[in-house]
């Protein structure tokens, strides 16, 4: 009989593909709440905890709400290019050996950023 810890340890070492990875929805949870901390910005985030519960969506029109309410933490091509390192190194963690990834940089143009600075610095 194999275990659970054989089974997850299988998985986990299992070379993996993400097929559809929106890039700026792939932040890690502490990057977004470092980028809050240092922006300033919803006061009702005061911990890591609070934040993932921000992401605990209730339906899919506060998916689409949550989704907006981070871009206002991008605020430089540098934010892009940290964001996508973690990211990278996330998924390297998972042993995924195969992305495709999506960007939206048009979201971010009311911010003030240029699609091709958001471009270079994700591709930094």
């Known amino acids: 009989m194999i275990s659970y810890n054989q089974i997850k340890n299988k998985i986990e070492n299992m070379p993996k ?3 559809h990875l929106h890039l700026e929805g792939a932040f890690t949870i502490e990057f977004l709440f470092d980028l809050i901390q240092k ?4 006061s009702s ?9 921000k992401f605990v969506f209730r339906d899919f ?14 605020k430089s091509a540098d934010d892009f290019e940290q964001s996508t390192y973690f990211t990278l190194k996330n998924l390297h963690q998972q042993n995924v050996i195969y ?15 240029r699609v091709e600075a958001i471009t270079e610095a994700i591709l930094t």
């Open 17 to 19: 593909i993400e097929l």
């Open 39 to 42: 922006y300033g910005g919803d």
């Open 45 to 53: 985030i005061k911990t890591i905890h609070d934040l993932e519960q």
């Open 61 to 74: 029109t506060h998916f689409i709400e949550s989704w907006f309410w981070k871009n206002q933490f991008f």
């Open 99 to 113: 992305a495709e990834v999506f960007y939206s940089p048009w979201d971010f143009v009311q911010f003030g950023l």
